[in-house]
């Protein structure tokens, strides 16, 4: 994978809360890690990009976890990049978002995922599989907005005739807007 150019200027210019919103927003965009692996690389260097941790409560109980609550890590990881909360919210983005066990090329070995979620049954996820068995599914990402995170990671696909679309959005957008295109699949 190669770094976006953003990410390295990001770097260049030690920009520690950008470098902090494109490793979480990473998490979404590859739920496997190896793109976040290679950017906490690149920016391993950075002065002051971890925190210590602040105390607040993570949550344990897998049953607690949901979208709400991912977003909300998603949020305080910005202000706390401690390795406490990166570890916690690797944990639940591979609870929400699991990944299926493949070969990763780059190290040669198997990387994993929650095969069991809460919601991975539903009639979503096994049409989220299907579609990304058949090529028939679609990921939508935005960016950074004016200076400050806007991110966006979300799927479509068709199920019995019908375009379904699912949106995750994390960060705040400042002085810009957002717009998204969806492509019909013919």
Same mark, same amino acid.
């Given at each position: 994978m190669a770094l976006s150019n953003a990410f390295k200027k990001a770097v260049e210019d030690?920009?520690? @809360?950008?470098? $902090?919103?494109?490793?979480?927003?990473?998490?979404?965009?590859?739920?496997?890690?190896?793109?976040?692996?290679?950017?906490?690389?690149?920016?391993?260097?950075?002065?002051?990009l971890y925190d210590e941790h602040n105390g607040k409560e993570l949550v344990e109980n897998q049953s607690e976890w949901d979208n709400a609550y991912m977003d909300r890590l998603m949020v305080q990881v910005?202000?706390?990049?401690?390795?406490?909360?990166?570890?916690?919210?690797?944990?639940?983005? @591979?609870?929400?978002?699991?990944?299926?066990?493949?070969?990763?090329? $780059?190290?040669?070995?198997?990387?994993g995922g929650s095969s069991t979620t809460t919601f991975n049954g539903s009639p979503y996820q096994k049409q989220k599989r299907e579609d990304q068995k058949f090529g028939d599914y679609r990921k939508i990402a935005g960016g950074v907005v004016g200076g400050f995170a806007g991110a966006g990671v979300g799927?479509?696909?068709?199920?019995?005739?019908?375009?379904?679309?699912?949106?995750?959005?994390?960060?705040?957008?400042a002085g810009g807007a957002v717009a998204t295109t969806l492509t019909e699949r013919k």
């Open positions: 030690n920009s520690v @809360r950008k470098i $902090r919103i494109m490793l979480k927003d990473s998490l979404l965009v590859d739920p496997s890690f190896g793109r976040f692996n290679e950017m906490i690389q690149a920016a391993s260097s950075v002065e002051g910005v202000d706390n990049f401690s390795h406490e909360r990166l570890e916690h919210l690797k944990k639940v983005v @591979r609870y929400l978002v699991p990944v299926s066990p493949k070969k990763d090329s $780059r190290a040669g070995n198997e990387t799927t479509l696909f068709s199920m019995s005739g019908v375009a379904l679309v699912s949106v995750v959005v994390v960060g705040a957008v």
